[in-house]
């Protein structure tokens, strides 16, 4: 039995990198092969744990390795599917024709996360009953990308999850799903995962000098509820907490605002699962949305501007369409200097277009008119350009803001703020403590069987394979 489960697992494994390399997408191939690799080194890790933080937070690294394995691999079949149609002459649905325009991609970022709680009365005010403890965080996916926060201790002196990442998706579309599962594991006592140094080397040496360190068997749910048959992932046979689901919640473009909002929460678990939290049913955050063409600039070139009553030919500028505005410079280096522009053009979702050409004009005989209404009065300024190819790859650069405009919707009103997240810190319980990587390569040796020895051993008995297997994974997170 133990044969053919080793068998189901190595073909798993080919099957997938075979995917990625048919498909010759060698940037999507890359990260398949790191999350497959991240994913043993997570189970060799689980293996050697003898702490429960670390326990956690390897499990934790297990969880996020196969979601995003299976993101990747859902991503291939839909990539392979297409390369097979393409080849077949066929579009995916011959009666729908392919859209004309596709909007712009943006950013999309989501941060001061918060989750109520919502405590007996008893438990919180009278601080009664038994002190339980979960281990919690939250899991982002938004398509094939998948992150995570910070794991999050929290018993009943708490009132609510806070996490302090801010989490960056920075490829989305105007019609993307952000998709927030809150995952907990009950803590239990410390010595429930302790062990003796001689009790920690043996599961070294056997966990770790395993070809691959794939124990188990798993079934992954099908790729998003499609009905096709789910692929086989090992997990590990060594014990460990175990992560359940206790919430999730889906956000869209709808959910987009710039300030904290609440969105409600689908609670996964009931109060007598014993592994129940006690969640309020719904959770606090900042979503926010930077669609390329507001921070982009999508068109440029040499114009001459007639701004309303003016009847010479105009200024001659260098314009930038960027954003909700068309700016004038004075030179083209002005736009890279930062330097303010002579005057600025409006474009919004109402403003009107036309194109047109001077017939008696022999120099810049093409038109664009850009009309606003303010009000009762309109305003319009002509746009004067030398080629008819120069017209249209502005009319092109226009309507194409204009369409991104009515998909990306108030997100174009204006830019709202994004901060990029800072660098992730070590879990502070594993910072106090020590990683299993610095307590086992970067202390000192000491006397075999000393009395001091603790958790620590001998360099000589962890080969150079653990060492770069424990070195990358801290290293990569």
Known sequence: ??????????????????????????????KLDHEIRMREGACKLLAACSQREQALEATKSLLLCNSRILSYMGELQRRKEAQVLEKTGRRPSDSVPPPERS????????????????WKDTEYFKNKGDLHRWAVFLLLQLGEQIQDTEMVLVDRTLTDISFQ????????????????????????????????????ATKLSSSLGRSSGKRVRASLDSAGGSGNSPILLPTPAVGGPRYHLLAHTTLTL???????????????????NPDWLPLYGSVCCRLAAQPLCMTQPTASGTLRVQQAGELQNGTLVHGV???TNLFCYGRSEDADTGQE??????????TRVRAGELEQAREWPFTLSISNRYGDDEVTNTLRVESREALQNWMEALWQLFFDMSQWKHCCDEVMKIEAPAPR???????????????MVLSEPVASGGPGEGLLLQNNA?????????????SDR
């Open 425 to 439: 810190k070590p879990p502070q319980a594993l910072a106090k403590q020590g990683s299993l990587y610095h307590e």
């Open 254 to 272: 709808a959910d987009v605002q710039d300030g904290f909002r609440t969105h409600d929460l689908t609670l996964a678990g009931h109060e007598e």
């Open 321 to 323: 369409l960027k954003g």
């Open 165 to 200: 990442n801010n989490v960056l998706f920075a490829e989305a579309g105007p019609d993307f799903e952000l998709r927030l599962e809150l995952y907990g594991a009950c803590v239990e006592e410390e010595g429930a995962l302790a062990g003796a140094p001689k009790r920690l």
């Open 1 to 30: 039995m133990q044969d053919r489960l080793h068998i189901l697992e190595d073909l798993n494994m080919l099957y997938i990198r075979q995917m990625a390399l048919s498909l010759e997408d060698t940037e999507l191939q890359r």
């Open 103 to 118: 909007p712009c991609r943006g950013r999309v970022c989501i941060s001061d996360l918060r989750i109520p709680l919502m």
């Open 462 to 474: 962890i080969s150079a394979e653990i060492r770069a297997l424990l070195s990358s994974y801290y």
């Open 341 to 350: 522009p002579r005057f600025t053009v409006a474009i919004n979702k109402e």
